[in-house]
Each structure stands twice: as C-alpha cells, then as structure tokens.
C-alpha cells in the first residue's frame, strides 16, 4: 500500500515540482573513498525539497478548505515550500516564522505571496500563534513534518534517486522535524534493494539520536546550531516509521558542518545550506571511522535545500 501511495503521490505532484538533478563529485569521492551520489534538492523550487511535501498536502485539500487558507510555522523552508504551493494553486498561506529565522527565509516567503506573523523564537510560541490563526481564520494548519501526506510528499526525493541509482546501499538525510528522513526511509523500503537510510544531525540539537536509543519522543533543552533548519523535533506521526526503518543516526559538530558546507561550495560549485551539510559532514565521519562499511558501496546524499543567508556565510 506505501509502495501504491508513493506511486500515487509523486504523479500528483508532478506538475508542481522539479526532478532535480543528482550530480557527483571525483574529488568528495577520493575524499570519502567511495561513490556519492547527490541529489541536489538546493535547486527544487522554493529553493529546498519541501515543497514536495506541502504541494502534496494542499492537493488533497476540500474545497472548503482551499477557500479558507493554511497556516503553518516554520524557520524557513516550509515556510518558503507552503507560500509558494499556495501561490501555485490560488490559496491563501498564513505563514509563522520564529524571529530568529533568517531574513532570506523571510524574504522568500514575502515573496511568494505569504503571509508572515513573527513569534519567539520556541516550538511552544510557533505553535500557540499557529492555533490562534487557525481559529481566527478557519485556516487549515498543516504541519511541516508531522503529517502523513507532507511525509509521503517529502519522500519523492528518495524516490527519484532511487530510479536513477537503483544500487544504492545507503541514503544520507538530514534529522530535524522527521518528515524527510521517514519519507525516504518509506522510499528506500520499497524502490531501492537493501538501502539502509541513516540521519545526520547536529550534536547541538540531538533530540533523534537520543529518541532512538530512549525508544521516545525526546526534546532538545537548546539547540544552538547554525544548521537552522534542524532545530525542530520529532513527531508521532513520524516516529514510528524512523525507529522502524532508520538505521542509525550520525552527530556532527558544527566544525564538522562548516567544513562540509564549505567542502560542498568549494568543490561542486553549488550552494547549499548548513542544514544540508550536516548529512555530508556526517558521511565524512562515519566513512573515516568505518571506511571498510562503505568501500565499493554507492551512497546518496539528499541536498535539503540552498537558502543561505549570503551576508552571513560561516566561511
């Protein structure tokens, strides 16, 4: 049946999203000692594979509901991937963003036509704000990861690697909210031929990891990283198929994040966000510490997005 709704899911969204291009780099190959293969979500529309999963979710709205708007919050690319769907199908899109999000991310969404209310910047205030639109406006809140439609949307991107790499024996996400690591653990399940899926994520917001071992839903006291698109937690929606499917989760420091974003811009030419570079940085670990685990092995790397912040690089 996941196999059927994926199917289903990626011919609905077609129309609304792009197929991006998986490149390679010879020099992060040598660096790494095998063959990677990314699959550049930095240049999908709203400039990250989010809206994926917000074009799916809005799809199968009522019609009422497309008439009442959605709310979501966000501290960007959501923000960004919902602004822009709702602009794509003529909905109105309340978007609240924690005041700490960067002002690229900001900008994107004013862009696209949405809405912004400005909050503290804590899931609790993101939240509470959200409600408080919902019932002012009737507004459809949608999720950013914790949701079964905006997973099944996020794990296209998984799924279009997989057709073009079909070998693939591990898939590289990044962990915050969960929506993109469970969709692609569904897509490496069902399309791709003894894929293990493994998380990275900052040791500064490490609440996956710990939820892994614990068995529970766990939070983060701070999470003070420059990786800002990882600063969410999991869900329950989202949970289940993680410690289900997941095979590990890797830490990184943020050390270890710059030196792949900038590893990243420097050999490949391309730009992408810290968020991204946490699933390279991680790659890089594991393949120095366990090099034999990943000799001869293809290995993708999913690029969540490219919105960065250029009067404010960490290089």
């Known amino acids: 049946m996941q196999k059927q709704n994926l199917l289903e899911v990626y011919d609905r969204i077609e129309p609304y999203v792009h197929n991006t291009p998986v490149m390679v780099s010879s020099a992060i190959n040598q660096i790494i000692g095998t ?5 550049c979500e930095n240049f999908q529309r ?18 009422a509901q497309r008439k009442n708007g959605v709310v979501t919050h966000s501290s960007g690319n959501f923000a960004q991937a ?27 969404v004013r862009e ?33 990861s914790n949701d079964e439609n905006v997973i099944m949307g996020q794990g296209t991107a998984a799924l279009e690697l997989l057709r073009e790499e079909p070998k693939l024996r591990f898939i ?25 899926v493994i998380g990275g994520e900052p040791f500064e917001a490490d609440d996956a990891y710990r939820s892994l071992i614990s068995g529970e839903i766990e939070g983060n006291d701070t999470a ?64 120095s510490e366990f090099p034999e685990v990943y000799r001869n092995k293809k290995v993708g790397i999913i690029i969540s997005g490219g919105n960065v912040d250029l009067n404010n690089l960490p290089f």
């Not at 910047?121 to 950013?144: C, N, V, W, Y």
């Not at 198929?241 to 270890?256: D, F, L, P, Y």
């Open 112 to 144: 696209y036509g949405g809405h912004i209310y400005k909050c503290e910047p804590t899931l609790a205030a993101r939240q509470a704000m959200a409600d408080e639109i919902g019932q002012k406006t009737s507004a459809t809140f949608l999720h950013p």
């Open 35 to 39: 063959s990677v293969y990314f699959k």
């Open 224 to 287: 003070n990283t420059i990786a800002d698109g990882l600063k969410t937690t999991l869900g329950d929606k989202n949970f289940p198929i993680i410690k289900k499917h997941v095979s590990k989760i890797i830490r990184v420091t943020e050390n270890e994040i710059i030196a792949a974003m900038r590893l990243v811009w420097e050999r490949m030419k391309i730009i992408i966000e810290p968020s991204s570079a946490v699933t390279v940085a991680a790659l890089l670990r594991d393949a």
């Open 172 to 196: 590289f996400c990044p962990v915050g909210g969960g929506g993109l690591i469970a969709g692609s653990s569904l897509a490496a399940i069902h399309f791709g031929i003894n894929c293990q």
């Open 46 to 63: 709203a400039g990250a594979y989010k809206i994926r999963g917000a074009t799916n979710a809005m799809l199968l709205l009522t019609h």
């Open 82 to 108: 919902v602004a822009l769907a709702a602009k794509s199908l003529d909905i109105t899109a309340h978007i609240v963003m924690p005041s700490s999000a960067p002002e690229i991310k900001r900008v994107g």
